[in-house]
């Protein structure tokens, strides 16, 4: 079948929506703001991390047959389930739905009314993610077609503002860690480890769209991670720019990540910013909560060989997210930290090693590694808290 560039640019539409979500609004302003001149160095890393090695990890996971069964090939039943769940437990439940409602309420609802708690708006907010997942096939393409247009053009519409009009000079890093900064800003991001979930949802879309080919969907697939990629790349860029240009007039202000964006864009764009920003974080929120939540039903449907349906996940994880958010963005974060350190190096190293399984046979070597990257996440988050 040959490829259609409309199917591959509504569904990279979706794929860039479902990537670009809570932490990837909040964090590289920040990071932009602690490197200071030095800010394109942090930018790179976190770039790495979060859109090269996601894009990458959607392909081979696709390459592979689907996210259950691409892992347990390479490492073996058992561990390749552990990954799995792990990480979409993560992403996909207890820390990820939860913070983009979190983020929402923080960045879009609370700097206009006080008349709103978290729980109500959590409730509304998941209510809405409910009625656009709840049909497995008409996600992907609601996220693409209608909710991404309106992301890009707002988001894009902030950044050439502050790069016409800077809010400041650029300062010395205030960081002296600057490159991993980046790479923890890319693993807060969680992208990586939604690759298993995410992969699952674009083969089942482009099996949808009639692409039933393996030879197809390996072309299809790859030029859906270039717009993603590249989109993604455009405004992460701009994102750590204005923070980068923040951080001699914010930088002293102990701002947290989105209080800092909420800075940003009220000393750019004032009222009007400040509309835009809640739309851009509205919508970037509730494409990622759609997709996470959505790829999440789809991979437990699979896991469980469809013995539970994909709507009692999506019932279960919703009520799940509705609860979590409520912690408040904070808590989340800094529960984040410690389990992302973790478990993100064992699947990424996992997954980059898909790309070899041709060459690479023994699954001995594939579990080897794995083990190796997971101590050392564990070693570096246990010396973080030393």
Not at 55 to 79: N, R
Not at 131 to 155: E, H, M, N, S, Y
Not at 207 to 224: C, F, P, T, W
Not at 322 to 338: D, K, Q
Request: a neutral charge.
């Amino acid at each position: 079948m040959q490829v259609k560039i409309s199917d591959v640019v509504v569904t990279g539409f979706a794929l860039f929506a479902m990537f670009f979500g809570a932490g990837n609004v909040i964090f590289p302003p920040y990071l932009g703001m602690t490197s200071g001149t030095e800010w394109l160095t942090g930018f790179l890393c976190f770039i790495f991390i979060d859109v090269f090695l996601s894009c990458i990890g959607i392909f081979t996971i696709v390459y592979g047959g689907g996210g259950i069964k691409a892992l347990e090939s390479v490492v073996g039943k058992v561990p390749g389930m552990i990954l799995n769940v792990a990480a979409v437990l993560c992403t996909g439940v207890l820390i990820a739905p939860p913070r983009t409602a979190a983020t929402t309420f923080e960045m879009s609802i609370a700097p206009f009314t006080n008349d709103i708690s978290l729980f109500v708006f959590s409730i509304v907010f998941f209510g809405i993610v409910f009625a656009f997942t709840i049909r497995p096939t008409r996600f992907v393409d609601i996220i693409g077609k209608f909710l991404t247009p309106v992301l890009i053009i707002c988001t894009f519409i902030l950044i050439i503002a502050g790069v016409i009009n800077p809010i400041g000079e650029i300062a010395a890093p205030v960081s002296q860690t600057v490159a991993e900064d980046g790479i923890i800003a890319g693993y807060q991001t969680m992208d990586i480890l939604v690759v298993s979930g995410f992969g699952l949802v674009m083969l089942n879309t482009l099996r949808l769209k009639g692409y039933v080919e393996r030879k197809s969907q390996i072309k299809a697939i790859i030029g859906v991670c270039i717009v993603a990629g590249i989109l993604l790349s455009l405004i992460y860029g701009g994102l750590a720019y204005l923070g980068a240009t923040s951080s001699v007039v914010l930088g002293n202000n102990n701002l947290n990540q989105a209080q800092l964006i909420v800075a940003i864009t009220n000393h750019l764009m004032g009222h009007t910013g400040m509309v835009i920003l809640g739309i851009i974080v509205g919508f970037a929120c509730l494409t990622t909560a759609v997709g996470l939540i959505g790829s999440t039903a789809c991979f437990f449907e699979d896991f469980t060989n469809k013995k539970i349906k994909y709507p009692v996940w999506v019932v279960i994880n919703t009520l799940i997210s509705i609860s979590l958010c409520n912690l408040g963005l904070t808590t989340i974060i800094e529960v984040a930290v410690p389990i992302l350190t973790t478990i993100c190096p064992p699947f990424m190293i996992t997954v980059l090693l898909l790309l070899f399984r041709n060459q690479i046979k023994s699954t001995l070597v594939y579990k080897g590694i794995a083990l190796v990257a997971f101590l050392y996440g564990l070693i570096s988050t246990i010396q973080s808290y030393m």
